[in-house]
């Protein structure tokens, strides 16, 4: 935790708020301003809350800037006091973007009734308990907040998407975080493996129009093949080049609602020699080509 922050001359702003059910809120920002907004929103006990870094910086202020949390980018940062009340007070750096989905602890715990162990602030020893978690936006995680904050379907659906959004972002968040258990992997306790693994991701994002072999990868940020490989997958939930994929569709797809790009233009700027190849990739990302992406949000 950071220490005091001074909250003058930030400006004030407001979130998009979704209902989707009882006890079931979404919330969206876009700061695209080169100033720092607050945003705030009284938060009972009972709500557990889920924030998502998707670009940019984020800070979750506590008690009025006595102490903050970073919330970096692709980054997320879970929430649940049940002794107090917890306010929402974000602020966002320039540039940044968040979602945060709130839901109560009652209709939280009936998704999951089964599985309630396994949750750990929701087992019995832990019920009466605060809890908070960060952790990393996988890539398939990371298409879906995209989706949500760049919503453009018509708006009568859109507590009806927003829902099914939700509920799979929860499903891809708590998966991940069962497979990405740095307690339980002795790899990823050195500090030094996870600034190598996350140094690999950069590579493969920065060049994934000509991306490095493994082999190449693993050279470069000084592993061997087979822990370049666990490390990746305990730290990013897939395989390096599952999560190349992934990235590679989600960049393409946001060039696609630019309008600044043809079909073929996107496809060569994320790494594909034919238009057909990359019209392939797409429909077996999305279930559809490109063309008709397009045409079904405009």
């Known amino acids: 935790m950071d220490k005091?922050?001074?909250?003058?001359?930030?400006?004030?702003?407001?979130?998009?708020?979704?209902?989707?059910?009882?006890?079931?809120?979404?919330?969206?920002?876009?700061?695209?301003?080169?100033?720092?907004?607050?945003?705030?929103?009284?938060?009972?006990?009972?709500?557990?809350?889920?924030?998502?870094?998707?670009?940019?910086?984020?800070?979750?202020?506590?008690?009025?800037?006595?102490?903050?949390?970073d919330i970096p980018e692709e980054n997320s940062l879970l929430l649940y006091n049940p002794q107090r009340n917890l306010p929402i007070d974000l602020q966002l750096d320039p540039n940044s973007w968040i979602?945060?989905?709130?839901?109560?602890?009652?209709?939280?715990?009936?998704?999951?009734?089964?599985?309630?162990?396994?949750?750990?602030?929701?087992?019995?020893d832990n019920k009466d308990k605060k809890y908070y978690k960060?952790?990393?936006i996988s890539p398939?995680?990371?298409?879906?907040?995209?989706?949500?904050?760049?919503?453009?379907?018509?708006?009568?659906?859109?507590?009806?998407?927003?829902?099914?959004?939700?509920y799979e972002l929860l499903s891809l968040y708590f998966n991940r975080s069962e497979e990405a258990d740095v307690e339980q992997c002795p790899f990823l306790v050195d500090e030094t493996n996870v600034i190598k693994i996350r140094k690999a991701k950069d590579i493969i994002v920065a060049r994934m129009a000509e991306p490095p072999t493994l082999q190449d990868l693993a050279d470069e940020i000084g592993l061997n093949i087979k822990?370049?490989?666990?490390?990746?997958?305990?730290?990013y939930g897939d395989s390096v080049f599952s999560f190349l994929f992934d990235y590679k569709m989600e960049v393409a797809?946001?060039?696609?609602?630019?309008?600044?790009?043809?079909?073929?233009?996107?496809?060569?700027?994320?790494?594909?020699?034919?238009?057909?190849?990359?019209i392939a990739a797409f429909k077996k990302k999305y279930g559809t080509t490109p063309k008709k992406y397009l045409q079904s949000i405009s």
């Open 253 to 278: 797809r946001k060039l696609l609602e630019s309008g600044e790009h043809n079909v073929n233009e996107v496809g060569h700027k994320v790494g594909y020699s034919t238009a057909s190849h990359f």
């Open 227 to 235: 822990k370049l490989k666990e490390g990746f997958k305990q730290i």
């Open 99 to 124: 979602v945060s989905i709130l839901i109560t602890i009652k209709k939280f715990h009936s998704l999951f009734s089964e599985e309630a162990d396994y949750i750990s602030f929701l087992n019995a």
């Open 4 to 69: 005091k922050i001074n909250l003058e001359n930030i400006a004030e702003s407001s979130f998009e708020e979704t209902k989707v059910d009882v006890g079931f809120l979404i919330l969206t920002h876009k700061n695209e301003k080169n100033v720092a907004q607050n945003l705030t929103k009284e938060i009972d006990s009972d709500f557990i809350q889920f924030h998502f870094c998707i670009k940019g910086t984020t800070k979750f202020v506590f008690n009025q800037g006595s102490y903050v949390l």
């Open 140 to 166: 398939s995680m990371s298409i879906v907040l995209n989706q949500m904050i760049n919503y453009s379907l018509n708006s009568s659906i859109k507590s009806l998407y927003f829902k099914g959004k939700a």
């Open 134 to 136: 960060d952790g990393i």
